[in-house]
């Protein structure tokens, strides 16, 4: 039997890929362009189970036995639609396969794609840190590795793509999907986006870039709302961490957003999913939608008055797949293209790239089959647990520690007041499973050990005295409880003020997708809480478990201590119980800007001058704790400040580099305490004079370095040119020749050394192949 030129791995994937378009009809085309949300039921069996709003009224109706004669494109969230174990999961996914396989003429089975963002979002596997506590690591090794272990759980059980990481860069803090950013730097998103991306394809699987592009930039931080962005805000902060995550990461598959910018909604925009995407930077991967996304072409944005013409519009705009369910690519499309309405060279140009990806995955090969499923899947190992912990460690941020009240002593009487101190859902963020899907199942276990704060800290802790009170709820306004927390603390050497969010999903938490908020203030009365915690005139450490910052000027100079984690996941309670213990020393610094005051919003460091405090107006926004910061339990020294051209210049003419030159600024960190620690080493480039309005600072480098007592290193940051580049008047990206100052720093605030130089000889104009990255090194000192 000769084998058809489709099924011969020998041949190009492109030739395979021409051959089998050349023998689909139409509707087997059209099936490769859309997913099916089949959950999986705790028998193991296909079930389907509402998550999110829209599911079933946007989704068509249809006959699965019929539907997957013409084969199937995707398979949506089998594990992460209702509760199943993993095993059972793996065992009915690869049954429905075998269906999809057997069921058509060419024997492809689907992509099945699954949530990832804080970990596999399946029952009873690991709930890692939110991305917010990525950020807040500065560590992309650490963070690629913890990304390894989640594509390599997620092809255990049978999935091919996750749908993460979510590139967005913050704009507005009061955004219900902070929690799920890397920050509000496009640097720290793109350098520990990548990351993560290298991560997740090491194991073969499909990364996806989400939110393409503009999502976070919601006009009043509403989600889905209109984005108002300018050019240079699109170009300059909005795109690089996509740039960077595709160039540097590879990853093969990008999710277009749901909102518009300026009027055009982005899966409706060619300029942006076709002519940047892939014919400026060159993809070739698949474009997806987000869930509903063309669909809501027709219905929330109306610039299509039929789901046939939200098809064409997506199509033409370059969205290859429609998740999360056939809507507007199944029927609609194929009578849309009979009746002459939609070219099929649309649905061909999308089929092929879909098809060149399963090509990739192998799952065109002759005689593929759907590996056997495990009879136990193991989808929270030690190995994940201990890697979880170690994340979150680094993720906890001390924003201040004035009196040295942390460590606490190991014998202290301590009162611990707050509702996010005896909840285990406080350690988690909205895409983990068990805040996900669980709420709709509260029947059903966790599934996974998560140990509260309060249990940590009495593990942590053995020979205190720890007592609790709630104090209050998360956001409702009972103030009862407060004066039984009141007592509490009267009795005890330290209190510690647990509060913070709920993760939930659209209005059902405090922080999440669809939980915006109009400011910053504390949810519920966890305000009047503190309040009356520190009335008692007993020492007050605030610990916030969030997925946002919050406003903290109000207690300034009141707390003994704050300790900042967002969201750090299952072994978050560990984690932070170590930090106040003092087995951990704190070494995150923040991926987000902590403000004084709950108003004047959006705001973030990124600000041009007359975005920063000055004489025109009565408000000052500069935050309480800046961009970058964080406290240790250790002391560091910074010294011997060189780079390549003169040693510690800050006077006379500032060094000649021409505008495609680099220029490299080193520095000594010493451990000066008496115990280990990590410092984290900025850079940052600060522009005097543009053609355009320039941020006053912004993040070009960083390096996190662990040093033990009085150890020293020495770190070197590589700067080039491209570094310094932004989108001028007509909208190109250049590097202008003058003045520049290379600023490193402990946070955006916190300069240690800054150093001057000049950029010489012509603009530069660059192309897709510039440089994104600062290098730098680290080398031991004696």
Request: glycine content about 10%.
């Amino acid at each position: 039997m000769t084998t058809a030129p489709w099924r011969d791995p020998a041949l190009p994937a492109a030739a395979r890929v021409d051959d089998l378009l050349s023998r689909m009809t139409l509707e087997e085309k059209t099936a490769q362009l859309y997913g099916v949300w089949v959950g999986a039921a705790t028998d193991g069996e296909a079930g389907t189970d509402g998550v999110a709003p829209h599911q079933h009224d946007m989704t068509a109706d249809y006959d699965w036995a019929e539907l997957i004669t013409h084969g199937l494109g995707q398979l949506t969230r089998s594990f992460g639609t209702a509760p199943v174990d993993p095993a059972l999961g793996a065992q009915a996914l690869a049954r429905a396969q075998r269906r999809i396989a057997e069921a058509g003429r060419f024997g492809i089975p689907a992509v099945a794609h699954e949530e990832c963002l804080a970990g596999f979002t399946a029952w009873r596997a690991t709930a890692y840190p939110v991305p917010l506590a990525w950020g807040a690591t500065f560590d992309p090794a650490l963070v690629e590795e913890m990304a390894r272990r989640i594509g390599q759980d997620l092809r255990s059980a049978g999935v091919h793509q996750g749908l993460a990481p979510v590139l967005d860069v913050v704009r507005d803090p009061r955004w219900g999907r902070v929690e799920e950013t890397i920050g509000e730097d496009p640097y720290l998103a793109g350098t520990i986006g990548a990351a993560y991306v290298r991560g997740l394809e090491s194991a073969g699987v499909v990364a996806t870039l989400k939110h393409f592009a503009g999502y976070a930039s919601s006009a009043g931080a509403r989600n889905l709302a209109p984005v108002r962005a300018g050019i240079r805000e699109f170009a300059d902060v909005t795109l690089p961490p996509f740039e960077m995550a595709l160039r540097e990461g590879g990853a093969r598959s990008v999710m277009a957003a749901y909102n518009e910018t300026d009027g055009v909604p982005a899966s409706a925009d060619p300029a942006l999913l076709t002519e940047l995407l892939r014919e400026q930077w060159g993809f070739t991967g698949t474009v997806v939608s987000d869930y509903f996304g063309i669909g809501f072409l027709e219905t929330l944005h109306r610039v299509a008055g039929s789901p046939a013409q939200a098809a064409h519009t997506a199509l033409a705009a370059g969205i290859d797949v429609e998740l999360p369910s056939l809507k507007c690519y199944g029927k609609p499309l194929v009578e849309a293209v009979r009746a002459g309405e939609i070219p099929e060279e649309l649905v061909d140009r999308a089929a092929r790239r879909v098809l060149l990806q399963k090509c990739e995955l192998g799952l065109l090969d002759e005689g593929w089959d759907q590996e056997p499923a495990p009879s136990h899947l193991d989808l929270d190992s030690p190995g994940n647990r201990a890697l979880a912990r170690r994340v979150a460690e680094e993720s906890v941020v001390l924003l201040d520690n004035p009196d040295e009240a942390l460590p606490l002593p190991p014998d202290a009487r301590v009162a611990v007041v707050g509702p996010r101190a005896a909840d285990a859902l406080a350690m988690l963020g909205c895409y983990s499973f068990p805040s996900h899907v669980l709420t709709h199942h509260p029947e059903v276990p966790m599934g996974i050990e998560i140990p509260t704060l309060l249990e940590a800290l009495r593990t942590e802790l053995p020979d205190a005295k720890v007592t609790f009170a709630e104090g209050c709820g998360v956001s409702d306004p009972d103030t009862a409880g407060i004066e039984e927390a009141v007592a509490r603390a009267s009795e005890a050497d330290v209190c510690l003020a647990v509060l913070g969010d709920r993760a939930g999903l659209f209005g059902r938490g405090t922080s999440g997708e669809g939980c915006d908020v109009t400011d910053l203030r504390l949810p519920g009365v966890q305000a009047e809480l503190l309040d009356a915690l520190l009335a008692t005139g007993v020492p007050v450490v605030l610990v916030l478990l969030t997925g946002r910052p919050y406003a903290l000027g109000r207690w300034h100079g009141r707390l003994a201590a704050v300790v900042q984690a967002f969201f750090p996941g299952e072994e978050g309670g560990p984690a932070v119980a170590g930090v106040l213990s003092g087995r951990v020393s704190p070494s995150g610094r923040l991926p987000v800007s902590v403000p004084q005051l709950p108003g004047g919003q959006p705001w973030t460091y990124l600000q041009p001058p007359l975005g920063l405090a000055g004489e025109v107006s009565n408000l000052d926004p500069t935050p309480l704790y800046a961009f970058g910061h964080g406290r240790s339990y250790t002391s560091f020294t910074w010294s011997d400040f060189t780079t390549d051209r003169t040693t510690d210049r800050t006077t006379g003419p500032a060094p000649e580099i021409g505008t495609d030159g680099s220029y490299d600024v080193s520095a000594t960190i010493r451990n000066t305490g008496d115990r280990a620690g990590a410092e984290v080493v900025q850079l940052y480039l600060h522009d005097p004079v543009a053609s355009v309005t320039r941020p006053d600072v912004r993040l070009i480098g960083y390096r996190r370095v662990e040093l033990a007592p009085g150890e020293a290193a020495r770190v070197t940051f590589r700067f080039h040119a491209d570094l310094s580049s932004f989108t001028d008047r007509s909208g190109r990206r250049v590097v202008e020749p003058g003045a520049l100052e290379l600023r490193l720093a402990a946070s955006s605030a916190d300069v240690r050394h800054t150093a001057r130089l000049t950029l010489t000889g012509p603009l530069r104009e660059l192309g897709p192949d510039r440089r994104l990255r600062c290098e730098a090194s680290v080398s031991g000192v004696g």
